[in-house]
């Protein structure tokens, strides 16, 4: 038993991502709403490693498990609960419902640079430096030289919101990443607006978009 109650809330983003829909903003939100007592136990069909970034900058360590080829569990818990740590996992098993239990391990912090490498499970197009890279011609700017360019058309979601994230990570604050999409990144905007990256945004005749970032 744990000493303070401990709310279990689970999302499975596997529905989202089967129908090609973006799941980070239903993530995002969830989170908002959750309270520091709360255990946040994510369902995807892969390891979400740059969303373990993001939501450390957030107070929150994290722990992953692989149930199958295709399910991963990722359980989420803030600083502020960290002295329950080692008992959210076996508040996790008991509340686990007709799967696979997870295996009992304490939430370890997860470092930064784990964002740099690719996810686990993903398709290799997701890291970093896949991909192809767009012409020097696309990269000229009257401002700074992007540190990293990425060309994210043809990629399903989250795979684009992800890849740039990662890349985002990699920066120094001051440097900028260019991304080329097949449309507007509307969550990824918003998330830039979370995070304190200024951005540009340029509409393409074709109708994708170019998207100027420099980390905050």
């Given at each position: 038993?744990?000493?303070?109650?401990?709310?279990?809330?689970?999302?499975?983003?596997?529905?989202?991502?089967?129908?090609?829909?973006?799941?980070?903003?239903?993530?995002?939100?969830?989170?908002?709403?959750?309270?520091?007592?709360?255990?946040?136990?994510?369902?995807?069909?892969?390891?979400?490693?740059?969303?373990?970034?993001?939501?450390?900058?957030?107070?929150?360590?994290?722990?992953?498990?692989?149930?199958?080829?295709?399910?991963?569990?990722?359980?989420?818990?803030?600083?502020?609960?960290?002295?329950?740590?080692?008992?959210?996992?076996?508040?996790?098993?008991?509340?686990?419902?007709?799967?696979?239990?997870?295996?009992?391990?304490?939430?370890?912090?997860?470092?930064?640079?784990?964002?740099?490498?690719?996810?686990?499970g993903q398709p290799p197009a997701i890291a970093v430096n896949?991909?192809?890279?767009?012409?020097?011609?696309?990269?000229?700017?009257?401002?700074?030289?992007?540190?990293?360019?990425?060309?994210?058309?043809?990629?399903?979601?989250?795979?684009?919101?992800?890849?740039?994230?990662?890349?985002?990570?990699?920066?120094?604050?001051?440097?900028?990443?260019?991304?080329?999409?097949?449309?507007?990144?509307?969550?990824?905007?918003?998330?830039?607006?979370?995070?304190?990256?200024?951005?540009?945004?340029?509409?393409?005749?074709?109708?994708?978009?170019?998207?100027?970032?420099?980390?905050?």
């Amino acid at each position: 038993m744990l000493e303070t109650e401990v709310n279990i809330v689970e999302l499975d983003v596997r529905p989202h991502l089967s129908k090609k829909l973006e799941p980070f903003q239903l993530i995002m939100d969830t989170v908002k709403e959750l309270k520091h007592e709360d255990v946040l136990v994510l369902h995807a069909p892969f390891k979400p490693t740059p969303l373990l970034g993001i939501l450390k900058m957030k107070g929150y360590s994290s722990t992953s498990e692989r149930l199958e080829s295709n399910h991963w569990v990722t359980t989420f818990v803030h600083k502020k609960n960290k002295t329950a740590a080692a008992k959210v996992s076996a508040a996790v098993q008991s509340k686990s419902l007709d799967r696979q239990p997870l295996a009992a391990s304490s939430i370890e912090d997860l470092a930064l640079n784990d964002v740099n490498s690719s996810c686990e499970g993903q398709p290799p197009a997701i890291a970093v430096n896949s991909g192809s890279e767009l012409s020097a011609q696309d990269t000229a700017s009257t401002l700074l030289e992007p540190t990293i360019v990425l060309d994210n058309r043809g990629l399903e979601p989250p795979q684009p919101m992800m890849r740039t994230l990662a890349a985002l990570e990699r920066c120094k604050p001051g440097e900028v990443v260019l991304i080329h999409n097949d449309r507007v990144p509307v969550f990824l905007i918003e998330e830039l607006n979370q995070l304190g990256c200024l951005y540009t945004v340029e509409d393409q005749a074709d109708g994708t978009a170019k998207v100027r970032i420099e980390k905050g």
